[in-house]
DNA sequence: ATTTTGATGTAAGAAAACCTAACATGTTAT
DNA sequence: ATAACATGTTAGGTTTTCTTACATCAAAAT
């Protein structure tokens, strides 16, 4: 655990800023969030702080999109993308998808024009914005 | 002239953040504005947007005035420090402090107690909070 | 060919966060 | 004692964001 992590989760960005970041409307982060794909943190007041973690996150989300996953694959595949390596092969447990689904989405994905498995992670990190 | 620099001078953090992470007051960071040591971004509805740089610059800032530097004094220092090292030298143009002041100023931050020359920029440098 | 579903747009009303301007307060310097 | 400086506080107004609800449009299912 790299104690310096911390900081990529730190809750500065307010939704307008991400708007603009990620290329996503209000409606999009929103509802992106109601499938529990995303939880950014919030202010004493209600209003939604993302971390730069956050933003990564919303452009993977908005690339699996346009790849024809729904939210549902979405959230499968981030889930497993977010354990730490150590755990993401042990844990392997409550699947809310069916292995016969995700098998179905996944042949899917394989078939859709394009890039294939270049959705390795990493899509549009935010870090290029920074230093 | 490296090219990346452009991000830390993107607009981005709204004025509640930049407090938490400078730690000084609105009132302060308003204060500080309008006499001219910081000129953050505005939004179309005229909201105030710091950048890492502005943030960095506030860091100076408070750090100088805990030295005992008054605003003008500041607004001096920090020109300077602001330009590339090329310009640093030929441009000593309009002074707003005479070198008199200046002199005075310089000799005032040299008897503070504490502190003598770690003045040397890069005070609190914001990249701690990144990576 | 309809009907459903999934993702997004849009509108309304309320509340939070921010804005400027003005006056108040506590130091430090003259 | 007065003046200058940095900051606090209050007031009234505007922008941004919030939730909720309904609308739209394409793709999938029936």
Redesign the interface.
């Known amino acids: 655990m790299g104690g310096?992590e911390i900081?990529?989760t730190?809750p500065?960005?307010?939704i307008?800023?991400v708007m603009q970041l990620a290329d996503l409307s209000a409606r999009q982060i929103r509802y992106y969030e109601e499938h529990e794909l995303i939880a950014p943190a919030r202010?004493e007041g209600n209003r939604r702080?993302f971390s730069?973690n956050d933003i990564d996150r919303l452009l993977e989300i908005k690339d699996l999109l346009e790849q024809g996953i729904n939210m549902a694959g979405i959230k499968k595949i981030l889930a497993v993308s977010q354990k730490e390596p150590a755990e993401r092969d042990t844990v392997a447990k409550k699947p809310e998808l069916t292995d016969d689904e995700l098998r179905t989405l996944l042949k899917k994905e394989m078939l859709s024009p394009g890039k294939i498995s270049r959705s390795s992670l990493r899509a549009g990190d935010l870090?290029?914005?920074?230093?």
Chains 1, 2 share one sequence.
């Open positions: 310096s900081r990529r730190m500065l960005f307010p307008g800023i202010t702080l730069l870090s290029r914005f920074f230093r």
